[in-house]
């Protein structure tokens, strides 16, 4: 049995040696933890790095230079082997929030000199006592909305900053019963079986009650927002989103894993769609859109039961033709 230990000693070392930091001295933390050729992947407009110089000036320095007195609030934690490459590589997950005063501009966003938070999420693969490659998603909407500079319009759902799990138990530091882990994955997979291509043939609420709690929370990104149980998250969330979008991809997951009662993936694409009607009060464009996207899960007996969900709304827009950073929002 696999417990992870060490893999979770060496990223939670890493991340309190990346908040410790000082501008100048992230580049040897980041170095310290990684491989020479470490990749890092990030919401738009970072994309992909190379190397822990490029890692250190290309996202943390401006951002550690932008938040005065940043702290990690951490609330899920956890390490598996990805089901994707046939259970052959570890990844250590964890998501929260980067807390800090917003005293600088950061990607043109205005500072407010008040507390805001960044949700966050990362993936990390390690091997042979490295981190070789990072997957960390952010919600810069969502930061933009909490210092008065929300880039869009209405949602269909509530804008709200989220907290971790209701049970209060996400933060698994010390090894967990396999046999959760596997029944956590196995939910996971249900439902990405369920979803396919929105070609299951049964109603929305129908569908979504075979792997999830009726009371079911799911925390969406801003631009989309949250929505609590079946009912108001196919009006509210799913049901507006399938409308939106034809001829969707299969997902492209490049991991998948769990541990306990908790697991999550994430995807470079997770999956594409034509836009052929209305999203976020844009009309259709009838252009192919890139989802970058990270889900973790709680499960709760056998259904899932809360769901936090990383979208890279600038990153799809762009391929849409809309640059919301530089141009703003056309809906307005």
Request: hydrophobic fraction near 40%; include cysteine.
């Amino acid at each position: 049995m696999r417990n992870f230990q060490s893999e979770k000693k060496l990223v939670r070392a890493h991340h309190r040696a990346l908040d410790a930091a000082g501008p100048e001295e992230l580049a040897d933390v980041i170095a310290a933890s990684t491989v020479s050729d470490y990749r890092w992947r990030g919401f738009y407009p970072f994309d992909e790095k190379f190397g822990a110089e490029a890692v250190a000036d290309g996202f943390w320095r401006p951002l550690k230079r932008a938040f005065s007195r940043m702290q990690r609030r951490e609330d899920v934690f956890f390490a598996g082997l990805n089901e994707i490459d046939g259970f052959t590589c570890t990844w250590v997950v964890s998501m929260g929030h980067l807390m800090g005063l917003f005293d600088a501009p950061w990607l043109g966003i205005q500072p407010t000199r008040k507390m805001v938070m960044l949700r966050y999420c990362t993936f990390h693969r390690v091997e042979f006592g490295k981190i070789v490659e990072t997957a960390m998603y952010f919600d810069i909407p969502h930061l933009m909305r909490q210092a008065g500079q929300g880039p869009f319009g209405h949602q269909t759902a509530q804008f709200m900053v989220q907290p971790g799990p209701m049970t209060h138990d996400g933060l698994l530091f010390e090894p967990q019963p396999e046999a959760e882990g596997v029944k956590t994955l196995r939910a996971i997979d249900a439902m990405i079986a369920d979803l396919g291509k929105w070609d299951l043939g049964l109603p929305l609420e129908e569908e979504l009650a075979r792997t999830w709690h009726d009371d079911m929370i799911w925390w969406g990104p801003e631009g989309i927002g949250a929505s609590y149980t079946i009912e108001r998250y196919a009006k509210q969330h799913s049901g507006p989103f399938r409308a939106a979008f034809s001829d969707r991809s299969r997902v492209g997951h490049v991991a998948r894993l769990a541990e306990g009662h908790y697991g999550g993936f994430f995807g470079w694409p997770n999956f594409t769609a034509i836009l052929t009607g209305e999203l976020m009060g844009h009309p259709a464009t009838n252009k192919r859109g890139e989802f970058r996207v990270i889900d973790i899960y709680r499960r709760e007996g056998d259904k899932l039961a809360e769901n936090w969900i990383f979208i890279d709304m600038l990153h799809f827009w762009k391929t849409q033709g809309i640059h919301v950073l530089k141009d703003g929002w056309p809906c307005e």
